[in-house]
């Protein structure tokens, strides 16, 4: 009997596992598929890998601008996913030897949660947890009523990490991360047309508007087309092509991607007679990830909002979940506003905290000053127009950073202290940047917004910028 047993090896599975185990906790982890989950083999990762051979060849196709005369003599599907495959495998050798060198059993093989509420059934075995039994079976693809999944002209994120060909003309349905990025990476790789359909009023929709609008403008620019605001009716496939109608257009595709988001894996593992599945299938916790069957927790995909189906959303359960089991240190309630938001489109987007109309909404008072990669160095030599957005409390602290441009991803790490911190938009105008950097402009965006810019013209919004405009500060 060990400790621990984990039901599912995703993100969230594993971070519990490792962190028990790291405490000498015995644990045992069941695992349908491979560990690593979503993430590593059909999310985060094979996406990434591939979405990095986009941006190499977004970067020959830039290299006139730079002086180099270099072409693309060709595409090799097999190629690209043989180099995706060496990342995954990569990464699942050295997570399968992390588990295995803290002591960790994984068990191969799909578990039901038996009437006992501590106990996991794989076949004819049965697992029973000595101290606290964790839910981590993720989510799976969320369909879309009425429209068929084939698995070849209209598919899923399932099929699209695995590449089996590049579209030529494809239709995205949903603009979450997951459509926008494959969106951007099929255009990448060459699809003569793409277009990205979402039935709310802008796309990116979860996104602060600002970085809506700058985005459909980039993709206008990379002949990514957006429709917002449209509704999906009806998906017909004929041989290899599929005719889809939203609103009042049509468009046919020989690829359709449904990217409608993602649901709950709780069906056929016992979790209804625990009590603690909600009517979406969502499992209900507590701050503490606690869920109302005594010694059982949730984490990962599994939770409805405000957790986020995000991979370090996962992460951070799974510590939560092991320091609480383990009853010591200092666990702390996790606080989704302070996780940060990413979309690996180019240009990327990233966020942490709260958007400008959500700031309003709560009712503060707020600033919102924005810097342009057009006024920093390397964003010139990256040839970007994005920015970074940041929403203040009038006179106040930081509540929100947006950025879209070049590795947004990684620039919002260093918001995420400035934001969970608390931090005066003139304490951060206080750190020294390095020069130069894409991160410099974090430095200039806090300068312009504590009221001391140093690159940039500080503007009125109600005025239209003009010439070299890179900070604009709107109150209200
Ligand atoms: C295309 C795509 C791109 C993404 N990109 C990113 C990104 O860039 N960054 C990011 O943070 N997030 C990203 N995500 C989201 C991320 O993959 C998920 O949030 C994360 O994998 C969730 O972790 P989890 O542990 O809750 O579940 P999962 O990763 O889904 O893992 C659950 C595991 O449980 C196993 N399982 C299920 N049922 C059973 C059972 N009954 N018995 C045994 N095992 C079972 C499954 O086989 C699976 O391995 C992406 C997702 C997709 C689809």
């Given at each position: 009997m060990s400790d621990i047993v984990v039901l599912g090896g995703g993100p969230g599975g594993y971070a519990v596992a490792l962190r028990a185990a790291g405490r000498g906790q015995s644990v045992t982890v069941i695992e349908a598929d491979k560990v690593g989950g979503t993430c590593l083999h059909l999310g985060c990762i094979p996406s990434k890998a591939m979405l990095y051979v986009g941006g190499l060849l977004d970067q020959v196709r830039d290299s006139s601008r730079v002086g180099l005369d270099l072409d693309i003599n060709g595409v090799s599907v097999d190629g690209i996913n043989d180099f995706r495959e060496k990342v995954q495998n990569n990464l699942y050798r050295g997570l399968t030897s992390l588990m295995k060198g803290k002591g960790i059993e994984v068990v191969d093989g799909h578990g039901t949660v038996a009437d006992d509420g501590r106990t996991v059934l794989v076949d004819e075995?049965?697992?029973?947890?000595?101290?606290?039994?964790?839910?981590?079976?993720?989510?799976?693809?969320?369909?879309?009523?009425?429209v068929d999944v084939d698995g070849k002209v209209v598919i899923t994120s399932d099929d699209a990490t695995r590449l089996p060909r590049i579209p030529r003309r494809a239709l995205v349905i949903g603009s979450g991360a997951v459509g926008l990025e494959f969106a951007s990476l099929w255009r990448s790789l060459g699809a003569e047309e793409v277009t990205v359909v979402e039935a709310l009023d802008r796309i990116a929709p979860l996104e602060d508007p600002d970085l809506s609008k700058h985005l459909v403008r980039n993709y206008r620019k990379r002949g990514i087309t957006t429709v917002a605001g449209a509704t999906v009716d009806s998906v017909k496939v004929e041989g290899e092509a599929a005719m889809v109608r939203f609103g009042e257009q049509e468009a046919t595709a020989d690829t359709v991607l449904v990217a409608v988001g993602r649901s709950p894996r709780t069906e056929g593992v016992g979790f209804e007679q625990?009590?603690?599945?909600?009517?979406?299938?969502?499992?209900?916790?507590?701050?503490?990830?606690?869920?109302a069957a005594d010694g059982v927790y949730a984490v990962g995909d599994?939770?409805?909002?405000?957790?986020?189906?995000?991979?370090?959303?996962?992460?951070?359960?799974?510590?939560?979940?092991?320091?609480?089991?383990?009853?010591?240190?200092?666990?702390?309630?996790?606080?989704?506003?302070?996780?940060?938001?990413?979309?690996?489109?180019?240009?990327?987007?990233?966020?942490?905290g709260l958007t400008q109309p959500q700031a309003v909404e709560k009712g503060f008072d707020v600033a919102a000053t924005q810097y342009s990669f057009r006024g920093n160095a390397k964003g010139i030599i990256h040839d970007s127009d994005g920015f970074v957005k940041v929403v203040t409390e009038k006179d106040g602290e930081v509540l929100g950073v947006h950025v879209i441009g070049p590795h947004a991803t990684d620039?919002?790490?260093?918001?995420?202290?400035?934001?969970?911190?608390?931090?005066?938009?003139?304490?951060?105008?206080?750190?020294?940047?390095?020069?130069?950097?894409?991160?410099?402009?974090?430095?200039?965006a806090h300068l312009a917004a504590a009221g001391t810019p140093f690159h940039a013209h500080a503007k009125r919004a109600d005025k239209p910028p003009h010439g070299m405009v890179n900070a604009v500060r709107r109150y209200g």
């Open positions: 075995q049965r697992y029973t947890a000595a101290s606290a039994l964790v839910l981590a079976t993720g989510s799976r693809v969320r369909s879309l009523p009425g625990l009590g603690v599945v909600d009517e979406r299938g969502y499992v209900h916790v507590d701050e503490w990830c606690r869920t599994l939770l409805p909002p405000p957790s986020l189906a995000l991979a370090h959303a996962g992460f951070a359960e799974g510590f939560l979940v092991a320091d609480v089991i383990a009853g010591d240190g200092d666990p702390q309630p996790i606080d989704y506003a302070q996780v940060p938001r990413v979309t690996y489109t180019s240009p990327e987007v990233a966020s942490v620039l919002i790490a260093e918001a995420q202290l400035i934001t969970a911190w608390g931090a005066l938009p003139s304490e951060v105008a206080a750190l020294v940047h390095p020069h130069p950097t894409l991160a410099e402009a974090m430095g200039e």
